[in-house]
């Protein structure tokens, strides 16, 4: 299993997606399993069978889950995984962000006055450095490229990092498909699926920053996999869990 989120340091053999054809047709061809969450009822349709708004590797095998997802669960807990359900989530903001953290190796990453109460509590108990911000959609709005290098949309977030001697790209909002009504993340369209390899729901090219992006990827010798040739997806996230 990946011990630290979000960072595999091998090809990755299953992740937490959620269930589009087209881009589980393209992990499959990789090799990778992709485990997906079902719709949860409490969440807004939009972001409902979100990977990154239902699940939060907290380190480690460490994983906490929100309650409807029990046969993820399972499958979860028969890899090794140590399960903890959170509480249930709310469809109302800032209910429905208890468990969307980054978790680095070194930090973790979001607004813990929205915390589901356990998962706090591991948290302060890590020993890792515990960043507040603002925004309460943190794992949805970071996209991890190395340990120490980050593409967000979300200045607050960009600064804090900086701050912290992280290397950020800081990208323009709005050339993210979410649904009809809001547009989404770079951080929710993305995901390392090797050390080197960042996976994208759909082609750089519908990016306004596609330079920028490919020469701060280049920059950190990440490789970027499109995964269709389509419009750039936020499905909450490709979460890495096992590798080679």
Do not use: W
Not at 40 to 67: K, Q, R, T, W, Y
Not at 75 to 103: C, H, M, Q, T, W
């Amino acid at each position: 299993m990946i011990t630290a989120p979000n960072l595999p340091k091998k090809r990755i053999t299953l992740c937490a997606a959620a269930l589009e054809s087209k881009l589980l047709s393209s992990l499959n061809a990789l090799g990778i399993e992709v485990l997906s969450p079902v719709p949860c009822p409490e969440l807004s349709d939009e972001v409902s069978f979100h990977a990154d708004m239902l699940i939060c590797h907290a380190g480690e095998n460490i994983i906490f889950i929100e309650p409807t997802q029990k046969k993820l669960s399972e499958k979860l807990k028969a890899l090794g995984f140590s399960v903890r359900f959170s509480e249930i989530l709310e469809k109302k903001y800032p209910g429905d962000v208890k468990l969307n953290f980054a978790v680095s190796e070194d930090f973790i990453l979001g607004n813990f006055a929205s915390a589901d109460k356990k998962l706090l509590e591991y948290f302060k108990e890590s020993g890792k450095k515990l960043i507040n911000v603002k925004q309460g959609y943190a794992k949805c709005s970071l996209c991890f490229v190395t340990e120490n290098a980050f593409i967000t949309e979300d200045e607050a977030i960009a600064d804090v990092l900086k701050n912290e001697g992280k290397d950020v790209l800081l990208i323009s909002k709005g050339d993210i498909y979410l649904s009809e009504r809001h547009y989404g993340f770079f951080g929710g369209a993305s995901g390392k699926i090797s050390q080197q390899t960042l996976a994208l729901t759909g082609s750089i090219d519908f990016h306004s920053d596609k330079e920028n992006i490919l020469l701060f990827l280049k920059k950190h010798s990440i490789e970027l996999y499109e995964l269709t040739h389509g419009k750039i997806r936020d499905i909450g996230g490709i979460l890495p869990l096992t590798e080679e």
